[in-house]
């Protein structure tokens, strides 16, 4: 409401007559332009206008002012000839007022499916529906390399919406995400990622340990600390000893063995021409991730560090210690620099070391994680495509695309 409307303008507007003509069909240009050319004549005012177009149909919806007395029976055979020289159907219902106001609370619901079934759809709406939510819009976001589609959801709080779709998307083999609506969601302007296995395919003390011949050794206790179950520091230690007297020649073989993850360069070029920062942490080395910095111009990068002393690695690592607690506060350090609020930052990981991180983040993201971080975690993306994270902060594949045309 303006300052300059009465207090009760918007009251009494709910009291006006209003028609809603709807018209639906096979899509051609000019049709939104014709039907307000056929209403125009009428002096009419627009209250609210929706347009969807589903495989090449339209279905185009028109909140309108009633017309002067009398004129209501002219405007509804005028409506309806034009329709039929178009092909179309129409169809005018008379009314009062605008849509009713929307509930309190109001969420968005993005959800990930690898195919999205009418199964797990009608599970999903049943849900928000159970929990005292209407769902007032839904938009597909993308159709490839996953479905993603959004609903705008009012009536239910954010936290218990989440709440109890997490535990639907776990049974339906779904992924989705749920975050308050508001203009935050766009304004969220810092990505920091984990490297091994999220950012990159591998796991780098992996790569190293098999120039070193320790694959078997370096494996079990990188699993057993990715599983939660040692300490991530000694394990780190543990591992780094096996690398003894590596020459250090073999960096740069690890740097050309290293793999992105599918997507990942889109999902980074793209945050980056929207104007987010981003960033990595990694418990990996700085070794690598210096390099992946480079290449990918990435704003913020830390890891440990690999000792190397006349030409060799020690075996030991040198600096602070980028291990579970580190990985939250680098994140919280990368966010004062980059002067973006906690509140509108992204983590994404996928092992135990990076829950702190997680949860500290505004939204934290589980990347094919653990079962242990898809449960702890925000929400997870379960599908081997980085670039999907972009979904879920409402960016579509559309407007993916079109970035990189016009930019290359």
Not at 64 to 80: F, I, N, S, Y
Not at 203 to 228: N, P, Q, W, Y
Not at 344 to 364: E, H, R, W
Request: hydrophobic content about 45%; some cysteine.
């Amino acid at each position: 409401m303006s300052a300059s409307q009465p207090p009760n303008a918007t009251m009494a507007a709910a009291d006006v007559p209003t028609l809603l003509v709807k018209i639906f069909g096979k899509d051609r240009p000019g049709i939104t332009a014709g039907l307000f050319d056929t209403l125009a004549a009428y002096s009419l005012d627009v209250v609210d206008i929706e347009q969807v177009v589903t495989r090449g149909r339209i279905v185009l919806c028109a909140l309108v002012t009633q017309p002067a007395a009398g004129l209501e029976g002219d405007l509804r055979a005028t409506v309806h000839s034009w329709a039929d020289s178009m092909k179309m159907e129409a169809e005018i219902i008379s009314g009062l007022g605008d849509n009713r106001p929307r509930g309190v609370g109001r969420s968005l619901v993005t959800v990930l499916g690898h195919p999205l079934t009418a199964r797990s759809t009608a599970r999903i709406a049943a849900q928000i529906t159970d929990g005292g939510g209407n769902i007032d819009r839904i938009f597909r976001l993308a159709k490839y390399p996953v479905t993603a589609v959004e609903f705008a959801v009012s009536g239910t709080e954010t936290e218990s919406l989440r709440t109890a779709l997490a535990t639907e998307a776990a049974a339906l083999g779904v992924d989705i995400a749920v975050v308050a609506a508001g203009l935050h969601r766009r304004a969220q302007r810092l990505v920091v990622m984990d490297v091994d296995s999220t950012l990159i395919q591998d796991e780098v003390i992996d790569l190293f340990a098999a120039h070193a011949g320790c694959e078997d050794k370096v494996a079990e206790v990188t699993e057993a600390a990715m599983r939660g179950e040692t300490d991530f520091a000694q394990s780190l230690h543990a591992r780094v000893e096996l690398l003894a007297g590596l020459d250090a020649s073999v960096v740069d073989k690890v740097r050309s063995q290293v793999r992105l993850t599918p997507g990942a360069r889109t999902l980074i070029r793209t945050l980056k021409r929207l104007g987010y920062q981003v960033g990595v942490v990694s418990g990996g080395f700085t070794q690598v991730t210096d390099d992946l910095r480079d290449r990918l111009g990435l704003d913020f990068a830390q890891a440990n560090t690999l000792e190397v002393r006349d030409g060799k690695l020690t075996g030991r690592v040198v600096g602070e210690i980028v291990d579970r607690a580190g990985k939250a506060r680098l994140l919280r350090r990368f966010a004062a620099e980059a002067g973006v609020p906690l509140s509108q930052t992204v983590a994404i990981g996928d092992g135990a070391n990076d829950l702190d991180m997680l949860n500290a983040a505004g939204m934290g993201v589980a990347f094919n994680a653990k079962p242990v971080v898809r449960q702890a975690a925000y929400t997870a993306v379960n599908v081997p495509f980085l670039d999907t994270v972009l979904y879920l902060l409402g960016i579509s594949r559309e407007e993916v695309e079109a970035a990189d045309t016009v930019e290359g």
